[in-house]
């Protein structure tokens, strides 16, 4: 634990997202990709909601008691650290990898923490159509 104390001023209030359309809907948006989780983010347009988050860990990746874990971690990690840096109208959707299971806690929060915050690149124009 990082040994700081939060207190009700400093929470944001981030939502959940609880039902597989919710969850299929932010699939349309950006992906963020990192070793130890994929963040999917999907801009709803609307300044004035809540951000929220949902958290997929899939079978492949281990047990129940281990899916459960990585899922604790991630929540905690939000909890803690990462709320502020998300932005209220937006859908966060964390899937777990494996290696987060082993990770450092604080490694955890500060990867989580870098891909909320990264601004999306620009996209590159295809190949051969530059011109001359």
């Given at each position: 634990m990082s040994g700081q104390m939060t207190t009700d001023?400093?929470?944001?209030?981030?939502?959940?997202?609880?039902s597989r359309p919710q969850f299929l809907a932010v699939r349309a948006g950006e992906s963020r990709r990192g070793p130890l989780f994929l963040l999917e983010v999907l801009d709803r347009n609307d300044p004035e909601g809540e951000a929220r988050v949902g958290f997929t860990v899939t079978k492949k990746?281990?047990?129940a008691v281990e899916r459960n874990r990585m899922r604790r971690r991630l929540k905690?990690?939000?909890?803690?650290s990462a709320g502020f840096a998300m932005k209220p109208g937006h859908?966060?959707?964390?899937?777990?990898?494996?290696?987060?299971?082993?990770?450092?806690?604080?490694?955890?929060?500060?990867?989580?923490r870098d891909r909320i915050e990264i601004k999306p690149k620009q996209k590159r124009p295809?190949?051969?159509?530059?011109k001359s």
């Open positions: 001023k400093d929470k944001i209030a981030v939502g959940r997202l609880k990746h281990g047990n905690e990690a939000v909890r803690l859908d966060y959707v964390i899937v777990a990898r494996r290696d987060l299971l082993n990770a450092p806690f604080d490694a955890l929060t500060r990867a989580l295809p190949a051969g159509s530059r």
